[in-house]
């Protein structure tokens, strides 16, 4: 009953907000070889959250899934209403990274599954919203490459049709999968020490475009790609 109750509010959130929405999904490695970048990487996500919520433009515009993919695809918060985000965040204790498989497919397909139901949504109360963006963040090979290769195909298919945007980040040794993710098979390298600085970038960068939104086109974060 109560998982029906906030289905209903998160219907009547999405009819009442006239913004045009940013959808941004990001897929984060939890495997045991994320662990010592692991706090960085949740406070800076945490970061991001607030930094969103405490803009009123970015509040109605901005709404943010995260993904965290081991042994298990976990959901650590949806798309919708920006606190109720951090609340999620908050009381899933962030990504725990202490798994030894990194099921890097699996994540991505739940993750465009997630994102086409929830743009159908938007779809459906006739919402606007720009072409979303996925962000996947890993240090490593996939453990699961039939599924990578599998998903990455219908990314690369949606890349063509113009329907998502995709920024894939390596950390450490890297992940030789990201590329296939890709049309040009550009991943760029986020160091250790700059991972709060990529968060900071994409908060202010949302903002920015959350404040823009009644200019036509696409929301760009080049300032976060030329940056890192």
Same mark, same amino acid.
């Given at each position: 009953?109560?998982?029906?109750?906030?289905?209903?509010?998160?219907?009547?959130?999405?009819?009442?907000?006239?913004?045009?929405?940013?959808?941004?999904?990001?897929?984060?490695d939890a495997s045991n070889s994320m662990n010592q970048r692991m706090k960085e990487i949740n406070r800076g996500v945490m970061q991001f959250l607030q930094g969103i919520a405490d803009n009123i433009c970015a509040a109605d515009a901005a709404e943010i899934c995260v993904y965290s993919f081991g042994s298990?695809?976990?959901?650590?918060? +949806?798309?919708?209403?920006?606190?109720?985000?951090?609340?999620?965040?908050?009381?899933s204790g962030g990504i725990q990274a202490n798994e030894a498989d990194s099921n890097m497919g699996e994540c991505i397909?739940?993750?465009?599954?997630?994102?086409n139901r929830h743009r159908q949504q938007l779809l459906?109360?006739?919402?606007? =919203?720009?072409?979303?963006?996925?962000?996947?963040?890993s240090d490593g090979d996939?453990? +699961?490459?039939?599924?990578?290769?599998? %998903?990455?195909?219908? %990314?690369?298919?949606?890349l063509r049709q113009r329907k998502l945007k995709v920024k894939c980040l390596s950390m450490?040794?890297?992940s030789h999968n990201l590329?296939? =993710?890709?049309?040009?098979g550009q991943v +760029?390298?986020?160091?250790?020490?700059?991972?709060?600085?990529?968060?900071?970038?994409?908060s202010r960068s949302v903002s920015q475009a959350s404040q823009a939104s009644i200019m036509a086109g696409d929301v760009e974060l080049e300032a976060i790609q030329r940056q890192i």
């Open positions: 009953m109560e998982q029906i109750n906030d289905m209903v509010v998160n219907l009547r959130d999405m009819a009442a907000n006239n913004s045009t929405r940013i959808l941004i999904c990001i897929c984060i298990k695809v976990r959901m650590l918060c +949806d798309y919708g209403n920006i606190q109720k985000a951090i609340d999620m965040m908050e009381e397909e739940a993750a465009l599954e997630n994102l459906d109360l006739s919402k606007s =919203f720009y072409r979303p963006w996925l962000i996947i963040i996939a453990t +699961d490459p039939s599924a990578c290769d599998r %998903v990455s195909e219908k %990314v690369r298919t949606m450490g040794e890297g590329k296939d =993710f890709t049309l040009d +760029d390298q986020l160091e250790d020490l700059k991972i709060m600085d990529f968060f900071s970038m994409l």
